[in-house]
């Protein structure tokens, strides 16, 4: 069959227009697919989806919920790896009323959280890809859930912070929560940030941890009642389990009997993600978000250098790269406004490598396990909620999403990297590091965009003619095709439309050109986009259609996919239709 261009990365297309439609829409000649759904069989064994006959030991088998990030890992052939986050669950959604216990929620809900990895296949289509569905063909998927064992590795495995009564080791953790964004390492790993930890845990917070829980938003009370059938989730129970959520989590998605780690080295709080890039000195680089209002961007730098190569020698040495090196945090200094631009110069500022703290009175354990408290102290600035923060692999800059804050203006004075009050549709910022080298603690920055309605006059598309570009608000993801343009997907359009996805070069005459691709259903967020395939698909994750604006399962304000009377959360694949 003769092949057509099908380049996400250069082909033209006309832009959707915002709107509220229960359906996913994409640019005029393209298309999508839903690859995988909430309920899906993984694992072998797994019952017919039935949202009136869940049970722990099904959703244990089942494709979780609210999938947020997405990654492929090429195997052989036709075939590849889909690595999805499952951030956290709308019980109001899940369960039709009457059906089931409080008990029976908390026990399936708790197993929709984590990640899975299924196989999928090319589909005839160019572009196109679909669940590989006969899972005697699919030995490498997998679940992984609340009780999977991970190893804690770094400085702080094994401080006492880190230990319970079930674990006196402080080294071994049941489970993954929230896990939000992610990144597929250059190695072959995914990693995953465990972003909002703090609501699973309920009760009475221990008074001599006041400060810490207080810094990381762990207030207890009734929370999700989780401690009810899990007492690890009662803070009187256990005052520790709280620190060992809020990591980063590296998965050999290839290897369904490895052991998951939670690695200490990239610190704790409310990972958005982590992404890795190769500096030339061959020290792996990893950029983190922490996504709450006012709290910082991260970078990591490991000791050790990057082996090449993909043999299982190589993968084994680079997975021990994120547990020894420097973790630093981020300062950004405006050069003033009067240039016309925000921008100015940064600095990452070291809190600690794997043995010395740079932090006075606390030591390295401290700092990873309260790692806000630690940058607290070495005055770096305060964000509008980091998210994603990924590298550009064609122009070497890094690009992070600031996805709003509301208080910008009153609680955080305006600053130049910060410069709107009340923020509500968030920034694109752009950071190119000095020298063009990822492992050095100087960088240049500038707003590439300043989102909102472009007929505002707040708004700044990377200098693009404004009558030429689609509305954008609250950027949280972001990701590259192979020609280096950014593409974003948006969470919580403040604009009165639903979430999507937009394209937007980043050099050349078209730098800030936001051209929307598709948008997602109502209620939904847009998540994961990936463009795979040499430009050819475009993964993305509709994540908790359905939620808020007063939906019930028997009134519903979004049914899609529409496989019947409630929404479910899906992996899609867009691709340029035949
Ligand atoms: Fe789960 Fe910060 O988005
Ligand atoms: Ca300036
Ligand atoms: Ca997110
Ligand atoms: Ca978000």
Redesign the pocket.
């Known amino acids: 069959a003769a092949r057509t261009t099908q380049d996400l990365g250069t082909t033209p297309f006309r832009p959707v227009a915002p709107n509220t439609v229960d359906a996913v829409r994409t640019a005029p000649g393209f298309t999508h697919d839903v690859v995988i759904r909430w309920g899906d069989a993984v694992l072998r064994g797994a019952p017919k989806f039935d949202a009136r006959n869940q049970s722990p030991a099904a959703a244990e088998r089942q494709f979780g919920y609210n999938c947020?990030y997405v990654g492929l890992i090429p195997t052989t052939g036709d075939k590849a790896l889909l690595v999805v986050n499952h951030?956290y669950t709308n019980e109001e959604l899940m369960f039709p009323a009457d059906t089931y216990t409080d008990d029976e929620i908390k026990l399936i809900s708790m197993r929709n959280h984590g990640m899975s990895v299924v196989t999928v296949k090319r589909g005839l289509v160019p572009g196109s890809w679909r669940q590989v569905k006969n899972l005697r063909r699919a030995p490498q998927n997998r679940r992984i859930h609340i009780e999977t064992a991970f190893a804690l590795t770094g400085p702080a495995a094994g401080d006492d912070r880190l230990k319970t009564s079930a674990d006196p080791s402080g080294r071994r953790v049941f489970g993954t929560l929230?896990n939000?964004?992610g990144s597929t390492t250059p190695w072959g790993t995914v990693l995953s940030g465990e972003?909002?930890f703090n609501q699973y845990f309920d009760g009475v917070p221990d008074p001599s941890l006041a400060t810490e829980y207080a810094r990381y938003g762990i207030a207890g009370g009734e929370g999700r009642g989780w401690s009810g059938v899990d007492p690890r989730f009662g803070l009187g129970n256990e005052p520790n389990e709280p620190h060992r959520f809020g990591w980063v989590v590296e998965v050999d998605p290839t290897d369904p009997t490895s052991t998951p780690m939670k690695h200490t080295m990239l610190g704790r709080f409310k990972h958005?993600g982590a992404d890795v890039v190769i500096a030339r000195s061959g020290q792996a680089v990893a950029y983190m978000g922490d996504?709450e209002r006012g709290d910082y961007l991260y970078k990591f730098v490991s000791s050790g250098t990057f082996t090449p190569g993909t043999g299982r020698r190589a993968k084994r040495a680079n997975m021990r790269l994120l547990t020894e090196g420097t973790l630093y945090v981020a300062r950004l200094t405006g050069d003033g406004t009067g240039d016309g631009e925000y921008d100015g110069t940064g600095a990452w500022i070291p809190l600690c490598t794997d043995t010395e703290s740079f932090v006075e009175g606390m030591t390295v354990a401290e700092v990873l396990v309260f790692t806000r408290l630690a940058a607290d102290a070495v005055g770096p600035t305060r964000m509008d909620?980091p998210?994603d923060v990924e590298h550009n692999p064609v122009n070497g800059k890094v690009y992070a999403a600031l996805?709003n804050n509301t208080q910008r203006g009153t609680r955080f004075p305006v600053d130049e990297a910060n410069p709107v009050s009340g923020n509500r549709n968030g920034y694109v910022l752009e950071l190119t590091p000095a020298r063009g080298n990822h492992a050095v603690a100087r960088f240049t920055w500038n707003l590439l965009l300043v989102c909102g309605d472009p007929a505002s006059a707040e708004t700044y598309f990377g200098g693009f003619p404004k009558d030429d570009v689609s509305p954008i608000s609250c950027p949280?993801n972001v990701t590259f095709d192979d020609r280096g343009n950014l593409w974003v997907s948006t969470?919580g359009n403040a604009l009165g439309s639903n979430d999507g996805i937009f394209r937007v070069p980043v050099e050349g005459p078209e730098r800030g050109k936001v051209q929307q691709f598709l948008t997602v259903p109502r209620g939904s967020e847009a998540c994961g986009p990936l463009i795979a395939d040499g430009n050819r698909s475009l993964f993305f994750a509709v994540q908790h259609p359905g939620e808020d604006d007063g939906s019930t399962f028997e009134t519903p304000f979004s049914t899609w996919p529409h496989t019947n009377d409630f929404p479910r959360p899906s992996v899609c694949v867009a691709f340029q239709a035949r």
């Open positions: 947020d951030e929230n939000c964004a972003e909002n958005e996504d909620r998210e996805t949280d969470d």
